[in-house]
């Protein structure tokens, strides 16, 4: 859902008298983000919000290339963030900016460049009328597709304007395209190699000479735009490529990267995923390696990437998990548990691209790597415990099971009262009044660490499992 625009305070200046009277002076968009940037540095204040894994990477490359004014290439597999990123540049501008009313290309009331606020600027002088424009409307994006036409990017002839009674020589025919359209602001074009060739050499001229061209009018207008692209690297070689002129005109290429570590794929996933249930940390922690894990096996084609939007949608389909459960025995709240991680596999070995030779082995490739990030994870999170107590109450009898309509509180009863189980639900950081449903969850976690290092045994059938000896 977009977010509505703000609307500008009432002091602003309303004419081209008023801004100039006011010390609203033009202002380049680069050397706008370039003292915005440098200003948050020297407070101490995070310009990059929501950005996760990247502050010690990808971001001071980025600040580089813009306290350079360099146009900027992300590059970088998918799901890296390379887009979110590209949005978070406009967070960089100015607040509030003046505009000519009525222009088309949100020109700045003391330095207009279409024939037609050139005309009016002439004409009205300090009256000039002058609207405010928010950051937010600043940021432009387009996805390369390939039916993209030069006219989208730059610009055409309008026929309505010509049947209105226009020259076909005059300028004001015509109708200007995307990025014209941001001047003064940050145009992002999302996977460029999918861009025509023929479509990218239109870009040329705009990126250095500062002109558009459309069907023989060329118009001199000093666009001021930082351009951003972004593009997947198997994109060079499968799809297209980025031609070597228009790459050279981008400034900076900065490589973006999967997060670094384990905490940082759970920082991301937290951030973006919603969650219709409870998941805790430890089932998000086992998610986070699994995706890793994903990334480093050889079944995997890893140049098109294990997406971070993978475990965000696995961490979502776990949430959805336990909300049905909920829903089908009347437990509340609802709490994710180790038995809902079983959805993953079958759910989302879709978004994956597999080497050839895996056919028919992908569900249970990805099981594999579930159990075994599932085992890293407790082996973490119990290290230290001696659950050799919780061995002896299975072996002696104490059967436990779990399943999509077995409630939590069930597996508790299960088991005979052990102090054990207050110091296991203690590292997953859940207390002792809290809801069955966050201890069977805990409980649960170390029960299948026990059957992954052979400790005990598991019987499953039908969405059920019982741990026995």
């Known amino acids: 859902m977009n977010t509505p625009v703000p609307t500008p305070p009432a002091h602003l200046p309303r004419t081209a008298g008023a801004v100039r009277a006011a010390g609203h002076l033009p202002k380049g968009v680069k050397d706008e983000i370039r003292a915005n940037l440098l200003d948050a540095l020297r407070a101490g204040r995070d310009p990059w919000?929501?950005?996760?894994?990247?502050?010690?990477?990808?971001?001071?490359?980025?600040?580089?290339?813009?306290?350079?004014?360099?146009?900027v290439v992300l590059l970088g597999e998918r799901g890296?963030?390379?887009?979110?990123?590209?949005?978070?540049?406009?967070?960089?501008?100015?607040?509030?900016?003046?505009?000519?009313?009525?222009?088309?290309?949100?020109?700045?009331?003391?330095?207009?460049?279409?024939?037609?606020?050139?005309?009016?600027?002439?004409?009205?002088?300090?009256?000039?009328?002058?609207?405010w424009r928010h950051r937010s409307e600043r940021y432009t994006e387009k996805l390369a597709t390939p039916d993209t036409a030069v006219g989208d990017l730059i610009g055409d002839v309008d026929p309505v304007k010509v049947a209105e009674g226009r020259a076909l020589g005059d300028p004001e025919t015509i109708h200007f395209g995307l990025v014209p359209r941001a001047h003064r602001g940050v145009v992002t074009i999302n996977e460029l190699p999918d861009l025509a060739e023929r479509i990218q050499v239109a870009l040329l001229n705009?990126?250095?000479?500062?002109?558009?061209?459309?069907?023989?009018?060329?118009?001199?207008?000093?666009?001021?735009?930082?351009?951003?692209?972004?593009?997947?690297?198997?994109?060079?070689?499968?799809?297209?490529?980025?031609?070597?002129?228009?790459?050279?005109?981008?400034?900076?290429?900065?490589?973006?990267?999967?997060?670094?570590?384990?905490?940082?794929?759970?920082d991301v996933v937290r951030q973006e995923a919603e969650l219709v249930a409870e998941v805790g940390d430890s089932l998000l922690e086992v998610l986070a390696r699994f995706v890793r894990n994903l990334r480093e096996s050889?079944?995997?084609?890893?140049?098109?990437?294990?997406?971070?939007?993978?475990a965000v949608a696995?961490?979502?389909?776990?949430?959805?998990?336990?909300?049905?459960?909920?829903?089908?025995?009347?437990?509340?709240?609802?709490?994710?548990?180790?038995?809902?991680?079983?959805?993953?596999p079958a759910v989302l070995r879709g978004k994956l691209e597999f080497e050839s030779g895996e056919e028919g082995r992908e569900v249970e490739h990805l099981e594999h790597l579930l159990r075994r990030a599932v085992a890293e994870t407790a082996r973490d999170r119990f290290a230290g415990i001696d659950l050799g107590p919780l061995v002896d109450a299975v072996v002696d009898g104490h059967l436990v099971a779990t399943g999509e309509r077995v409630p939590g509180s069930e597996v508790l009863a299960a088991l005979p009262e052990l102090p054990l189980l207050h110091e296991v639900a203690a590292r997953l950081d859940v207390r002792a009044?809290?809801?069955?449903?966050?201890?069977?969850a805990a409980v649960e976690l170390a029960l299948e660490y026990l059957y992954l290092t052979r400790k005990l045994a598991k019987d499953s059938a039908d969405g059920e499992a019982v741990y026995g000896p």
Do not use: C
Request: aromatic fraction near 4%.
């Open 49 to 71: 919000p929501g950005i996760v894994g990247f502050g010690q990477t990808v971001v001071p490359q980025l600040e580089r290339a813009l306290l350079a004014g360099h146009d």
């Open 80 to 131: 890296q963030g390379k887009t979110r990123l590209a949005r978070t540049i406009a967070g960089l501008l100015d607040e509030w900016t003046p505009v000519i009313a009525g222009s088309e290309l949100g020109e700045h009331p003391l330095a207009p460049i279409t024939p037609r606020s050139l005309r009016l600027a002439a004409e009205l002088g300090d009256d000039l009328p002058v609207d």
């Open 206 to 266: 705009v990126m250095e000479e500062r002109d558009i061209q459309v069907r023989g009018y060329t118009l001199r207008l000093p666009l001021d735009v930082l351009l951003v692209a972004t593009a997947n690297p198997e994109d060079y070689t499968n799809r297209g490529r980025i031609i070597t002129p228009l790459k050279d005109r981008f400034g900076a290429e900065v490589r973006t990267h999967y997060p670094r570590g384990v905490q940082a794929e759970v």
């Open 298 to 310: 050889s079944a995997i084609d890893q140049r098109s990437g294990v997406s971070a939007r993978f």
């Open 314 to 344: 696995a961490a979502e389909t776990v949430a959805a998990a336990a909300l049905r459960r909920s829903a089908l025995i009347g437990e509340e709240p609802a709490v994710a548990r180790p038995i809902d991680l079983d959805a993953v």
């Open 433 to 440: 009044g809290d809801p069955p449903g966050r201890i069977a």
